[in-house]
Nanobody, 124 residues
């Protein structure tokens, strides 16, 4: 079973940037698609971005397209999320997740392993 640990969250002003990392251990993530999700207080967990096993294919929720970039370094067993032009409404706990297939998915139900999350707070 893979263990996922997110880092890089914090407090940032609106318009600022953060880079989240997700370090995997226990097994290699290279054969598997990965994703980022977020959950704000009182709201359901929502899809942010997903990346195929090779890293060649990505997909984003519409609200972050052009501002967020998902990437992976399979040699380092690490997933990343670069977030630019952050908005106050994007304050949430951000989670990384791993599938057991190589194809991307925007559904949380398709992910079997989750990290504990990292808090991102965007102030006005």
């Amino acid at each position: 079973q893979v263990q996922l640990v997110e880092s890089g969250g914090g407090l940032v002003q609106a318009g600022g940037s953060l880079r989240l990392s997700c370090a995997a251990s226990g097994r290699t993530i290279s054969p598997y698609a990965m994703g980022w999700f977020r959950q704000a207080p009182g709201k359901e967990r929502e899809f942010v971005a997903t990346i195929s096993a090779s890293g060649g294919l990505t997909d984003y929720t519409d609200s972050v397209k052009g501002r967020f970039t998902i990437s992976r370094d399979n040699a380092k067993n690490t997933l990343y999320l670069e977030m630019n032009s952050l908005k106050v409404e994007e304050t949430a706990v951000y989670y990384c997740a791993s599938r057991t297939y190589g194809t991307r998915s925007a559904s949380p139900r398709d992910y079997g392993a989750w990290g504990q999350g990292t808090q991102v707070t965007v102030s006005s």
